[in-house]
């Protein structure tokens, strides 16, 4: 498939969901326009529903969270 080989250094994953039609991916792209322009150049783009969810580092996130947490915490005790 053209668009795979094309984009096969941005798709870290690319499967299909077996017994029935749909499938998914990671892309790694950097900016948001890149993944923009390569689900508009998906064959089936057109007559597909397509969800995106984006995806960060968990201990990143964690540690976000504890810095939002405390700081609320402290809000609540003045």
Do not use: H, N
Request: charged share 30%.
């Amino acid at each position: 498939m053209a668009w795979k080989r094309k984009y096969e250094g941005k798709m870290e994953q690319l499967y299909a969901f077996a017994g029935m039609q749909g499938g998914g991916g990671i892309a790694d792209v950097d900016p948001i326009e890149e993944l923009d322009t390569m689900i508009a150049e998906l064959p089936m783009s057109p007559f597909t529903e397509i969800e995106i969810y984006p995806l960060t580092d968990v201990e990143v996130a964690w540690q976000r969270t504890k810095r939002i947490a405390e700081a609320m915490a402290k809000g609540s005790k003045g």
